[in-house]
């Protein structure tokens, strides 16, 4: 059982920066790819970024590409979410989630169904 708890949410103004961070329990973190997605009222849930299980690769959604960037530290079982010049659009609840061996996610096309475990998620406007 892997349980993730993400937090740095808020209220920003476009043009502005927020860093999320997901703390997970356990002490297997390493085995897991971890990924972030976002889901805004009325739309389904959409994959933002995921990382591999040491951090050597990264995948994006088109979207977010350049403006995000996702990391890991391992020794302190955290994933976290660089989040600059953040857009409205970019307003929605965010989740983080573990892929647990074998991974299911590869490249930037995942979808929630391949993750296994999920955060409660934290929520980030973006104000115009």
């Known amino acids: 059982q892997v349980q993730l708890v993400e937090s740095g949410g808020g209220l920003v103004q476009a043009g502005g920066s927020l860093r999320l961070s997901c703390a997970a329990s356990?002490?297997?973190?390493?085995?897991?790819?971890m990924g972030w997605f976002r889901q805004a009222p009325g739309q389904e849930r959409e994959f933002v970024a995921r990382?591999?299980?040491?951090?050597?690769?990264?995948d994006y959604a088109d979207s977010v590409k350049g403006r995000f960037t996702i990391s890991r530290d391992n020794a302190k079982n955290t994933v976290y979410l660089q989040m600059n010049s953040l857009k409205p659009e970019d307003t929605a609840v965010y989740y983080c989630?573990?892929?647990?061996?074998?991974?299911?996610?590869?490249?930037?096309?995942?979808?929630?169904?391949?993750?296994?475990?999920w955060g409660q998620g934290t929520q980030v406007t973006v104000s115009s």
């Open positions: 990382i591999s299980r040491i951090g050597g690769t990264t």
């Open positions: 356990g002490r297997t973190f390493s085995r897991y790819s």
């Open positions: 989630a573990a892929d647990t061996p074998p991974v299911n996610c590869y490249g930037s096309s995942c979808s929630p169904q391949q993750f296994d475990y």
